[in-house]
């Protein structure tokens, strides 16, 4: 049973920054791409980041270029989402994805397993 737990939401204020965490088990992932999407109020969830099982490819929606950092730690089955220079249309629930391969992944439709969510909001 796969189970993927998010941690580091909270509210923050533009400008400011957050680093969300995300633990995985129940499998090994050293093998698997892991990433973060997002979904906003009356919104579909969107792609934010991946990361290939290596780390060695990191891919980033245009919307967070340059400001969110991801990264993953393979002895602890966490990936991370470092998100500096927030801005109050960053806010949304941001959910931990893994793909049950090793390229990265950029929709929905390819992730394998989801966390439960956790909340950022960035007020203005």
Known sequence: QVHLVESGGGLVQAGGSLRLSC?????TFS???????????GKEREFVASITRN?????YADSVKGRFT???DNAKNTV???MTSLKPEDTAVYYCAVRNTY???TFVTEVGWWGQG???TVSS
């Open 118 to 120: 956790t909340q950022v």
């Open 70 to 72: 991801i990264s993953r």
């Open 31 to 41: 093998s698997l791409a892991m990433g973060w999407f997002r979904q906003a109020p």
């Open 103 to 105: 390229s990265a992944f």
């Open 23 to 27: 633990a995985a088990s129940g499998r």
């Open 80 to 82: 991370y989402l470092e």
């Open 55 to 59: 780390s060695g490819s990191t891919y």
